[in-house]
C-alpha cells in the first residue's frame, strides 16, 4: 500500500463553550480521549502516512501521555494559530513531502466513521474536494435585527457539513496560500476551495460524526456511541 494520505486534525481551540476548564479535545467521551479517537480512526488506515495533530502552543511540548497510544511513528505535532486557518495552514507546512492526498478533520468530532474518511479520500484521488454532508430537515427561517421572521428558506438544495474534508495537495495549499494572502477566514477548508471555483463533491455524512461544542453534546455523543457499537 502507497502511504500517500496525510492527515491534519486540528485540534488548537480553548472549547470555552464546553463549560470545562480541561480543553475540550482532552476530556473522555465513549471510553477515551476525544482526540485519541480521531487520531487511532486514520491511523487504522494503511494509506495514511502521517497524522499531524495541531494543539495550543502551550501543549505541544508537553502533551497528554496517552496521545502516544496511537503508532508514534504516523504521529507528529503542530503548533496552533491564531484562528483555525493558521492552524489548518501550519498542519499543512508539516506534512512531508510525498504526501499528495491531505485529509482535515476537526478533533471535535471524535466519533468519526471509516466510511466517511473513505468517501472522501476517494474523490479526493479523482482530483477534487470533498466534505460530507447531512440534508437539513428542520424549517429554516431568516429573522431580521428584532427577531422578528423575514422569509422561509428554501432548504431543498442545503446540507450541513462535517469533517472530516479531502484534497488533492497542490488543491488545499493553492486554497490556503490565497486566504492567507488575502486575510480571508473561514469556518471550514472546503469554503476555501469555493471562493476559487474548485470543485468539492458533498458525500453522505453521519450523524454519528457530530461535532461536540457543549456540555449537553458530550451526553448526546455517547449516547450515540452507545446506539453504534
Not at 464546553?18 to 476525544?34: D, H, T
Not at 483555525?84 to 507546512?93: A, C, F, P, Q
Not at 422561509?152 to 496560500?177: D, G, S, W, Y
Not at 474548485?198 to 457543549?214: D, H, W, Y
Amino acid at each position: 500500500m502507497n502511504r500517500d494520505v496525510g492527515v491534519v486534525i486540528v485540534a488548537g481551540g480553548k472549547g470555552t463553550r464546553a463549560g470545562s476548564s480541561e480543553l475540550k479535545q482532552f476530556r473522555w467521551i465513549a471510553g477515551k480521549p476525544m482526540l485519541l479517537h480521531s487520531v487511532q480512526t486514520f491511523q487504522q488506515r494503511e494509506d495514511v502516512a502521517m497524522v499531524v495533530v495541531v494543539l495550543p502552543h502551550e501543549h505541544v511540548g508537553d502533551p497528554p501521555p496517552w496521545l502516544f497510544q496511537c503508532d508514534t511513528e504516523r504521529l507528529l505535532l503542530s503548533v496552533g494559530g491564531r484562528g483555525r486557518r493558521d492552524s489548518v495552514r501550519n498542519g499543512l507546512e508539516d506534512l512531508a513531502e510525498d504526501i499528495s492526498i491531505v485529509v482535515i478533520h476537526d478533533a471535535a468530532r471524535p466519533l468519526v466513521t471509516s466510511k466517511m474518511i473513505e468517501d472522501v479520500v476517494v474523490e479526493a484521488r479523482n482530483g477534487r474536494g470533498a466534505a460530507p454532508g447531512l440534508p437539513v430537515i428542520d424549517t429554516l427561517k431568516r429573522i431580521d435585527e428584532m427577531d422578528r421572521i423575514v422569509e422561509t428558506v428554501n432548504r431543498e438544495k442545503l446540507v450541513r457539513i462535517q469533517t472530516p474534508q479531502a484534497f488533492p495537495r497542490e488543491m488545499i495549499e493553492r486554497a490556503h496560500a490565497a486566504a492567507f494572502a488575502e486575510g480571508i477566514n473561514a469556518t471550514d477548508d472546503a469554503a476555501l476551495c469555493e471562493r476559487l471555483g474548485l470543485p468539492v463533491i458533498v458525500v453522505p455524512g453521519s450523524e454519528r460524526a457530530m461535532k461536540i461544542t457543549t456540555e449537553a453534546d458530550f451526553v448526546r455523543a455517547e449516547a450515540l456511541s452507545i446506539l453504534h457499537e
